[in-house]
């Protein structure tokens, strides 16, 4: 079956310093893309940015350290990638954190950056004015397709940024547009935001059991990047959903649906 080839694909990845923006960085850097990622973290990304360019090679990779919520200085590092690189070909909004106690920065980070980031995208890359199309992916997670009581408020940032996705990727400019947007939802794995929840000051509920629960059900990391790759490689990505947990990869159609006039439903 033909393929989207992301060789030579510019990749925009914001958190891309550490976690799963880093290691999904190394996998398409490894298929012969080029990477330009962001982070709030400069000496991390600065770090980072040296360990790619040794590992891969310094033409194909740059940073920029930014903070995502500053609607200007995602645009200023978004038009930097177009001048360093020609062109960005797929943006990945990977940042996010976890942290209840500080609801405003996690749905400003998790939720409004991402939406932000897509329509900063969509205007530099949307043919119809002057640009060569491209690929919008929000990275939600398990947490946007069901539902957690222990870390609500993330939980319904993760959800939004699906609907988000999926209503853009039924946009009937799109085609003529060459957009394409989808949404990407790996399980718990040892890296990324999951293994720093248990530090007792995140209001996150029950976060030692949450922990305890995924001790032998981590995803690995290998299988995230994996999956990844092909969901950003498929011939026709707009409005996919793709799930990946530990030995399980599927995509999604998730759907209102109805349970009768009396609540609870009957059984």
Partial sequence: MPKYEIENKVF?????????????????????????????????????????AHQFSSSHVAFTAADIVNTEAFEYAFTEAIRVFGQVD?????????????????IETNFTAVIHGSQVASN???????????R????????????YYQLPVYNAAKHGIRVYS????????????????????PDASNIGIFPTIDNGQRGIRDAAEILESYRDNFVPIEDVVEAFIELASLEHMNGADLFVGKNKRTYMEV???????????ES
């Fill in 136 to 147: 919008i992916i929000a990275m939600s997670s398990i947490a946007g397709l069901g539902y």
């Fill in 12 to 52: 925009f990845i914001t958190g891309g310093a550490q976690g799963f923006g880093k290691e999904i960085a190394k996998g398409v850097l490894s298929k012969g893309a080029k990477v330009f990622f962001v982070d709030i973290l400069r000496e991390k990304g600065n770090e980072t940015l040296r360990e790619l």
């Fill in 255 to 265: 759907e209102g649906r109805e349970v009768g006039d009396k609540y609870p439903a």
């Fill in 90 to 106: 797929v943006l990945l909004n990977n940042a996010a954190i976890a942290d209840e106690t500080n609801m405003s920065r996690m």
């Fill in 124 to 134: 530099y890359m949307r043919k119809d004015k002057g640009g060569k199309g491209g």
């Fill in 166 to 185: 999926k209503a853009s990727s039924q946009n009937p400019s799109n085609k003529d547009r060459g957009l394409e947007f989808a949404c990407f939802h």
